[in-house]
């Protein structure tokens, strides 16, 4: 997948020089070395061209990254966070450029990672609509997907993310819109961030100079899509919005209906919404018969647009339970693989 965890960790890489290029992996490599990718090859590549800290991307780039690949695209070091990359052989996919001086690392975002969320999405199968009384074993059931009876590796294992002032901060464009901009308002849940949001926020952004993105509760979300949405907090989808280059401001929490208030406090001069039944921006559903872009139609400034993509937060999870025995084998190898690192490094201990 592409989270808010990988666009942290450029951010971070991007402060250690002028150009960030980023390499990202085909499919093929990816099923190879780890297992069935979530997003297929070209939605991740422009996903990952979409986050506003990088400068270039390297499609189909080698899964072990070598002294030749960093020469070839003239880079003076590549950048890793700092939780090992192993290849299928169980091989440190960094260790040629570690060897040459030549690797710089940063650190990981704590409690998100594929395998957390590709957990989160599996509790949505008829597990998740069990009595009350049961859910907790469900919940844990998720939560054990990739743990190995022997051990568990310190970098996938499933952790609470805490979000802070200083992370959304670093994430936030911090500038207001200039007098002269014409600012431009959307909603929606934006979970599990996709090529449909990235789609449909790049289309929005053309009706003007400053896009503000609202993003509703996740009690809200919960109301009109039911089971166990939003797969991701408000916080971690209020990052995922915010690391992608349209976006300029959010709005935590935004009511689900855009009031005069809300158009009035921020100078909206167009409200854009996605006429298919996009998660990314339509909000109509049976959560209240009001209309919520009611306002915004009887000031003139509605609008509908078509992103091009019929991505949706649905699909990504039908990907999943579709897939699941494999993912739950990509997810325990890989977790037995970091493991007996781990435990190489003395990172963790076995109980005897």
Not at 23 to 36: A, M, Y
Not at 45 to 70: C, F, S
Request: with cysteine; aromatic share 8%.
């Amino acid at each position: 997948m592409v989270h808010f965890g990988h666009a942290n960790q450029l951010r971070q890489a991007k402060q250690f020089g002028q150009k960030l290029i980023v390499g990202v992996h085909n499919d093929e490599e990816i099923r190879l070395h780890k297992g069935p990718p979530v997003f297929n090859e070209q939605e991740r590549y422009r996903m990952v061209a979409g986050i506003k800290w990088v400068d270039e991307v390297v499609e189909n780039a080698p899964y072990q990254t070598t002294v030749a690949t960093l020469d070839k695209y003239q880079c003076d070091f590549c950048i890793h966070g700092d939780d090992i990359t192993l290849t299928a052989d169980g091989k440190d996919t960094y260790q040629e450029v570690k060897d040459e001086k030549r690797y710089r690392e940063c650190k990981r975002t704590c409690g998100v990672s594929t395998t957390d969320l590709v957990g989160r999405m599996l509790l949505l199968t008829k597990n998740h609509h069990t009595q009350d009384e049961h859910i907790e074993q469900h919940v844990e059931r998720a939560r054990s997907l990739s743990t190995d009876n022997v051990a568990m590796s310190p970098w996938t294992r499933v952790s609470r993310f805490i979000p802070t002032t200083t992370t959304i901060l670093e994430f936030a464009e911090g500038r207001p819109p200039k007098p002269t901009d014409k600012v431009v308002y959307v909603t929606g849940s934006f979970d599990l961030f996709h090529i449909g949001h990235l789609a449909f926020l790049e289309k929005a952004k053309e009706f003007g100079d400053y896009l503000i993105v609202g993003i509703l509760s996740d009690q809200t979300v919960n109301q009109y899509k039911g089971s166990n949405h939003p797969i991701m907090s408000i916080h971690e989808r209020v990052l995922s919005v915010l690391a992608y280059k349209p976006v300029n401001e959010v709005v935590f929490g935004a009511p689900y209906e855009i009031t005069s208030d809300i158009l009035d406090q921020f100078n909206v001069k167009a409200v854009v919404n996605g006429f298919r039944d996009r998660d990314s921006s339509t909000v109509q559903c049976s959560l209240t018969p009001i209309d919520p872009f009611a306002e915004a139609k009887r000031r003139g400034i509605y609008h509908e647009v078509d992103s091009g993509s019929d991505m949706t937060t649905d699909l990504i999870i039908d990907r999943i339970i579709n897939h699941r025995l494999e993912y739950e084998t990509r997810n325990r190898k890989k977790e037995k693989k970091e493991a007996d690192v781990a435990k190489a490094l003395n990172l963790i201990k076995v109980e005897e």
